[in-house]
C-alpha cells in the first residue's frame, strides 16, 4: 500500500509540472497556439471553418484549463474532478498525437509553444508516460496527499485562475512576457542565419507531380519534362540532413521594384524601425497617427523605417489610403511576420541586424520617449534584465501569495488542534472528578 500511495504521488507532480508548464507557455502565448491549431485543423482539412476569434478564445482558455488542473493537481485539491479531466484529456492527446508522428502533417505538436519544441516521435512517448501517470492517478487518487487543507482550498483554485488570466490579459494588450523565438530582444539576425564553416546545409528535394493524357507522374528538376505536362501539385521532402540555421526564412523585397533588401536592412549602421503587420486587412488602426509621427521621427533623425507585410497589393494601397501611410513597404513571408512579433501590426527596432526592442501596438513608443536621438534614449538601449531575473519575477508573483495561504492554513490548523486539545481538557468528565 505504501508503494502505491508513494507511486501515485510521483505521477501526481510530474503531471502537475508538465500541465502547469504547458499551460503557463501556452496562456502567455495565445496567439502562438492559435497558430498551431490553425495547423492542426489545416492537418484535418478543416482550415476556415471556425472563425479566428473562436479559436484565439480557446487557445487562451486551454492554456488555462492546463495551468488550473497543473495546480489543483500539485496541492491535491479537487480531487474527485481533476484526475477525472486528465484522464480525458490524455486519452484524447495521446492518439492523436500517434497519428500526427505516422503521418507526420505538421513539423511539431507545439504542445510547450516555442519554449521547448519536441518532434512528433518525442511527443507521443512523452504522452505515453504521462497517460500511465494519469491513469495511476485518477485509480488511487483517494492516495494523493493533500497540501492543505479544505478550508482555503477553493482560494487556491481562485488564486491559480486569476493569475493566469492576468497573464493571458496582459500578453494579449502587450507582448508575451517570455520570447522563446529567434527573434527576442538581442537576438542578432544575422548570425543566426549563418551556417557555421565546416557544417554542410541540409539539402532538399522538391518532387513535382504533373499529368499527361490523364496519368499522372513524380518528376524532380534533373527529369523536368516539357510543357505538354500539366501541374497537379509538389512536395518537399529532406534528401540529406545537415544543419539548419535559427532563422531560415527572414527576406524582404522591396514592394515598389521587387528587389532582395535584406541585406540593406540587417547591415544598416544606424538603428531601423520595423513596422510588421501580416495581414494589413486585419490590422489595428488604432495606433496609425502614432505610427505617422514615428515616421516623421525617423525622417528628422536620418532612421531607416519600412514596414514589413505579407498582405497582397490592394491591401496595401487600401491602408496608404485608409491611414496616409508615406512609408515604404517590405514584403516578406507570412509565417516569418508572425513569428517576430505577436502583434499585428507590431513594431521592432533593428540595430545593426540585432533586435533592440520590440512593442505592441498598444504601447508603441510616443513623443514623450521620442525627444532626441535614439542613441541617447532608453528606448535605443537594449534591455539588460536578464532571462533569470525575468522568470523569478514571474514566479515570485505567483508564489509569493500561495506560499503566504499556506502559511495561513498551517496556523489556522494549529490554533484549531490547540483549542480543540483545550476543549477537551475543560471538559473531563466530573465522574472522573469524585473519584479522584
Not at 17 to 36: C, E, H, M, Q, W
Not at 213 to 236: H, I, M, Q, R
Not at 379 to 398: D, E, H, K, P
Request: charged share 25%.
Amino acid at each position: 500500500m505504501r508503494c502505491i500511495c508513494w507511486w501515485t504521488n510521483l505521477c501526481r507532480f510530474l503531471l502537475a509540472a508538465v500541465f502547469v508548464f504547458s499551460g503557463f507557455v501556452k496562456a502567455i502565448d495565445p496567439l502562438g497556439t492559435l497558430y498551431k491549431i490553425q495547423d492542426y485543423l489545416e492537418a484535418f482539412g478543416w482550415g476556415g471553418i471556425f472563425p479566428e476569434f473562436l479559436l484565439l478564445a480557446f487557445s487562451a482558455m486551454l492554456g488555462m484549463l492546463e495551468f488550473c488542473l497543473g495546480v489543483c493537481l500539485f496541492f491535491g485539491i479537487r480531487r474527485r474532478v481533476v484526475p477525472r479531466l486528465l484522464l480525458l484529456i490524455m486519452l484524447v492527446m495521446t492518439p492523436l498525437t500517434w497519428w500526427l508522428a505516422v503521418r507526420n502533417p505538421i513539423s511539431d505538436c507545439g504542445c510547450f509553444g516555442d519554449a521547448l519544441v519536441l518532434t512528433n516521435w518525442e511527443t507521443f512517448w512523452k504522452n505515453v508516460v504521462l497517460l500511465i501517470a494519469a491513469i495511476s492517478v485518477f485509480k488511487w487518487r483517494k492516495k494523493i496527499s493533500p497540501l492543505i487543507t479544505p478550508r482555503l482550498d477553493w482560494v487556491v483554485s481562485i488564486y491559480a485562475f486569476l493569475y493566469i488570466a492576468s497573464m493571458v490579459v496582459y500578453c494579449m494588450h502587450e507582448l508575451p512576457v517570455f520570447d522563446f523565438r529567434p527573434y527576442h530582444v538581442g537576438s542578432d539576425i544575422r548570425s543566426k542565419m549563418e551556417i557555421p564553416e565546416g557544417e554542410e546545409p541540409t539539402i532538399y528535394e522538391t518532387t513535382f507531380i504533373l499529368q499527361k493524357d490523364g496519368a499522372e507522374k513524380e518528376f524532380t528538376l534533373e527529369n523536368y519534362p516539357d510543357s505538354t505536362w500539366t501541374f497537379v501539385d509538389s512536395k518537399t521532402s529532406v534528401k540529406k540532413k545537415g544543419y539548419e540555421p535559427e532563422i531560415s526564412d527572414f527576406s524582404v523585397l522591396g514592394y515598389e521594384d521587387g528587389i532582395d533588401i535584406t541585406d540593406e536592412i540587417l547591415d544598416e549602421e544606424g538603428y531601423t524601425f520595423l513596422l510588421v503587420s501580416h495581414q494589413l486587412d486585419r490590422a489595428d488602426d488604432g495606433s496609425v497617427d502614432l505610427i505617422n509621427e514615428l515616421y516623421d521621427y525617423c525622417l528628422l533623425y536620418d532612421y531607416r523605417f519600412i514596414c514589413l507585410t505579407s498582405s497582397p497589393d490592394s491591401d496595401i494601397e487600401n491602408w496608404k489610403d485608409r491611414t496616409g501611410a508615406e512609408y515604404p513597404f517590405g514584403l516578406v513571408d507570412n509565417i516569418t511576420l508572425k513569428t517576430i512579433v505577436r502583434s499585428n501590426p507590431g513594431l521592432v527596432l533593428l540595430e545593426k541586424g540585432k533586435v533592440v526592442n520590440k512593442w505592441s501596438a498598444n504601447n508603441l513608443p510616443d513623443e514623450y520617449q521620442l525627444d532626441g536621438r535614439l542613441e541617447d534614449l532608453p528606448v535605443g538601449r537594449m534591455n539588460t534584465s536578464s532571462l533569470a531575473y525575468m522568470i523569478i519575477q514571474v514566479v515570485a508573483w505567483f508564489l509569493i501569495p500561495l506560499l503566504l495561504i499556506c502559511i495561513v492554513d498551517v496556523l489556522w490548523e494549529r490554533h484549531s488542534r490547540k483549542k480543540i486539545t483545550k476543549d477537551k481538557t475543560n471538559n473531563i468528565n466530573p465522574l472522573m472528578e469524585i473519584e479522584k
